[in-house]
């Protein structure tokens, strides 16, 4: 993480022509980029956001119990949630563009903590779509992977991939810290102090983001962490929406993006959607306490951290479709296996799907954005968006359709084994990529 003295200092900067003095030169070589930083705040910042990603599925049975709504309802305000998620992404990222990302930053995180406070004196299924399903998922999309996206393209130009993994994980970490006291407030106090406690976490943030983050090196003078010149700020770029549009429509004229946008979607619906939505009230149907069940995701967490980096570090050295078609491909064989672990108490099986399964969760991002980079140039970030929205929306309708099936079957057996067969179905689709970027474009190369 050291960044020498480069030959060409960009404006702003402390260095002066001639030779220095050799104690300023050891400085000079040691001094930590300020692209560093910046991602620690990012990753910081999306810590305190990812409060929220821990709640829905602690809600499915307390909701179920207090209302009498059903598992399909309560899913529905899910699917609403993560649809919105992903869709807000990618105008999320052009409105950084024109407006910065410290201010739609600072944004999302107020809407995420009304909608989530909302929710304390709902008493109708409306209410719950409206705070949980619109305002949080409205709030939770502008603070989606296309911040960390924007993030990495703006103050990188090597080392992309590990900043990548590292931010993306940064999601699992907030799962990780959260998720344990969360399902401890439910199971003592009820959902409603969990509620609150996600919006304290997320309104705790916006201060912290409003000092601290910056939105372009140009602001503090500095230069993208590897790049050999000076990088002047752009002006904002207006017409967020239409622009957002317009690279939407010019990528889905292109294969390359239905590819990407279809195995992503198959991520999400065996993550968010899946996993993170549906996992402990199905753990609880085998007699499982929901603490423990709860705390099995956070242990998800703490391996998908290790995961979601070490992939970063991958698509930095390997070819990023194999690496996607890799891990597909073993997470649909662990689903497969997992009706045959769900029991009353921990035992080994278990404990490896977890982690098996934890360092495969994200590790699909870094090489995803990898591709959208190498085929979408300058467009990236905006089209890793739309990838984004497919996931979520992929995430959505599972959410949905596993509470449905459980309503329907009295079980989740069904709807883990179509999900690994679709995890199958996205490993071919990835292999299947074409390497050539697209033409009229402007290809980045992956650092």
Not at 21 to 47: D, K, Q
Not at 52 to 62: A, T, Y
């Amino acid at each position: 993480m050291t960044q020498t003295t480069d030959a060409t200092p960009g404006p702003g900067t402390a260095e002066e022509p001639g030779p220095a003095p050799s104690g300023r030169s050891r400085r000079s070589r040691t001094r930590i980029n300020r692209a560093w930083f910046v991602a620690a705040v990012t990753f910081v910042t999306i810590i305190g956001a990812a409060a929220f990603r821990s709640l829905p599925g602690l809600l499915i049975d307390p909701l179920h119990q207090e209302f009498g709504w059903s598992r399909g309802t309560i899913g529905a305000a899910a699917s609403i949630n993560l649809a919105l998620y992903g869709l807000t992404a990618p105008f999320a990222a052009a409105l950084m563009d024109r407006f910065g990302i410290r201010r739609v930053v600072a944004v999302a995180l107020t809407v995420i903590a009304l909608g989530s406070g909302l929710t304390v004196w709902m008493t109708a299924p409306w209410q719950l779509l409206l705070c949980w399903g619109l305002l949080v998922g409205l709030g939770s999309g502008s603070m989606a992977l296309a911040f960390a996206a924007t993030v990495t393209n703006r103050w990188f130009t090597a080392r992309k991939g590990l900043v990548t993994g590292i931010l993306t994980a940064a999601s699992a970490s907030g799962q990780l810290i959260f998720l344990p006291l969360l399902s401890w407030i439910v199971e003592e106090h009820s959902w409603r102090p969990a509620a609150v406690t996600v919006s304290l976490a997320a309104l705790a943030v916006v201060p912290f983001v409003w000092l601290l983050l910056r939105d372009h090196p140009a602001d503090v003078g500095a230069k993208p962490y590897g790049a050999s010149e000076f990088v002047p700020k752009p002006e904002p770029v207006t017409g967020a929406a239409r622009r957002t549009v317009s690279v939407l429509f010019k990528a889905v004229r292109t294969g390359p993006f239905w590819l990407l946008a279809g195995t992503f979607a198959i991520c999400g619906a065996s993550t968010n959607g899946l996993i993170q939505t549906h996992f402990v009230p199905a753990a609880h149907d085998h007699g499982m306490p929901i603490t423990a069940a709860a705390s099995l995701l956070a242990v998800i967490g703490v391996f998908d951290v290790v995961g979601t980096i070490a992939s970063g570090w991958f698509t930095d050295r390997f070819e990023p479709r194999r690496l996607l078609a890799v891990y597909y491909a073993l997470r649909g064989i662990s689903l497969l296996f997992l009706p045959m672990l769900l029991a009353p108490t921990v035992h080994p099986p278990m404990l490896f799907f977890i982690v098996f399964y934890g360092l495969d969760w994200v590790a699909t991002v870094p090489p995803t954005l990898a591709l959208c980079r190498e085929q979408y140039g300058e467009d990236s970030a905006i089209v890793f968006g739309w990838v984004l929205a497919s996931h979520q929306i992929g995430a959505a309708l599972v959410a949905f359709l596993g509470g449905v099936a459980r309503d329907a079957f009295g079980s989740y057996d069904m709807v883990w084994y179509v999900a690994g067969a679709l995890c199958a179905v996205a490993a071919l689709m990835a292999l299947v990529i074409r390497r050539r970027p697209v033409a009229g474009t402007a290809p980045v190369a992956v650092a």
